[in-house]
């Protein structure tokens, strides 16, 4: 019996060692280090990104930067042209990126894979109250701000006033914390935003100034989405900001992780698994880390990524034929 034994000691060791082996084998595909482009700096995206990059590192051993972006577009580019590991966009600009349309111009960027759903996104302004503004409608005429030139606030605030008709007497692009500075200095009356709330500077402005935050009404929001079928009518919850003591109306998209389609499969994987298994890391750096829900892999407005169609698979998701990429077996 003790040759039996030692031979099924000796058979059983080698599998580990031939397992770790191969995992070995399979770490050495992975980047050395990576990067995620986010968004200026003061915005969810850079907090989020944040805490992504040091699960990444800290659980996956891979040294990982955040990236300063001008926000989506600039990401999908990035990512597309494989000089930047991860990025974060929103639903409507990867839709696009992806089949050539909108902002895309006919360019398809077909190397971009989803990764991750991420948290909502909620179009909402800011305007200091002594001004009176009190809805979109109201920035008509007036200066207001749009966040970073091309990024989705900028995409999502000039398809919103052009379909209702609002017309700004300028419309300025820069980072969160300028364009603060600007209302402050009332160089522009306000601003807008489409981030997963709170976002960071409304709610350093509130603490220095009297502000109302408002978003579209609902009438307003239908007519939006009769043409962006991703922009959804939704709500901005109650107490978002400590000066919003009412849900406030408004349009509501999603954000993704994204990534090159050929990263390897099991490095992403990986990348998923360590998010959900920190997710109270994401949790303690801005509050949209509670919103990271599974199901919303089956409406990826582009196809996922292999390693992202093993994870969602293992943990029951049913995902749609369309979200297969082409390289799938499926």
Known sequence: MRPRTSVALILAAMMVLGAAVSGDAARERWPKSASIGTAPIGGTYYIWGGAFARIVQEKLGV?????????????????????QTFGIATNGVVYDG???????????????????????????????AKLGIRSIRDLDGKPVGAGAKGGTPDIYFRRVIDILGIKPSRIVNLGFE????????????????????????????????????FGIEPDDAKKVQAKFPYMLPGTLAARTYKTQKEPIPTLVGFNLLVGHKDLP?????????????????????????????PERAAQSPAPLHLGAIRYFTEKGVKLPPEVYPPESKR
């Open 63 to 83: 040294p990982t930067t955040v990236e300063v972006t001008q926000g989506p577009i600039p990401n999908i580019k990035l990512v597309d042209a494989g000089q």
């Open 265 to 293: 499969e099991d490095f992403v994987y990986e990348v998923i698994k360590a998010v959900y298994e920190n997710q109270d890391r994401l949790v303690a750096a801005h509050p949209v880390g509670r919103e990271l829900p």
């Open 98 to 128: 992806f089949r050539g349309l909108g902002w895309s111009q006919g360019k398809k960027h077909e190397n971009v894979r989803v990764l991750l759903p991420m948290y909502s996104a909620h179009f909402h302004c800011v305007a200091l």
């Open 178 to 213: 300028d364009m603060n500075n600007q209302v402050k200095d009332g160089v522009i009356v306000g601003y807008c935003t489409n981030v997963g709330p709170p976002q960071a500077s409304i709610v350093e402005l509130e603490t220095t100034h009297e502000v109302v935050i």
